[in-house]
């Protein structure tokens, strides 16, 4: 493929999706360019804000929030696994309404308490932290709601 060629291709993705840059460059070094057309696409695409980290990062940690039901552990180490910087990252973390957080948690919690069948509260609770924790919800935000919630 050439230059132009995977420019307007990319740029395509990038006007119908939002990308961040390693997942353009994937689809780049999938297409066979050349190292510098590579970097050139990238820093053009960047330039007309087809690519935005920041814009991606907004709203990646939005829709993983309320659409996967993600905490911030995962939403976090995901976009780490992309190569997002640490200060974007947070900067995007920082808009989750606190309160739509816990209100999050408190539905996860809830929903997999109905769905534990073993009733054994020892069991019951760890099955309910352990899906929490791996959603990527904090321990320390899990296990208050957790004892409140098993109490009633």
Not at 50 to 76: C, M, P, Q, S
Not at 82 to 93: D, H, M, N, R, Y
Request: aromatic share 10%; with cysteine.
């Amino acid at each position: 493929m050439d230059y132009k060629t995977a420019l307007n291709k990319a740029s395509l993705l990038c006007s119908r999706q939002e990308y961040c840059r390693s997942d353009i460059l994937k689809k780049l070094e999938k297409w066979n360019l050349p190292t510098e057309e590579t970097e050139r696409i990238l820093q053009k695409l960047m330039a007309e804000k087809f690519l935005d980290e920041e814009r991606y990062t907004t709203f990646y940690v939005r829709d993983k929030f309320r659409f996967n039901k993600w905490g911030r552990k995962k939403i976090w180490w995901q976009l780490r696994q992309k190569g997002i910087e640490q200060s974007t990252i947070s900067k995007a973390l920082e808009q989750i309404d606190p309160q739509e957080y816990r209100n999050k948690l408190q539905e996860i919690i809830q929903d997999k308490i109905k769905q534990v069948k073993n009733k054994e509260p020892i069991q019951q609770k760890a099955a309910v932290i352990r899906n929490a924790v791996s959603k990527g919800f904090e321990y320390h935000e899990i296990l208050p709601l957790v004892e409140q919630l098993l109490q009633k």
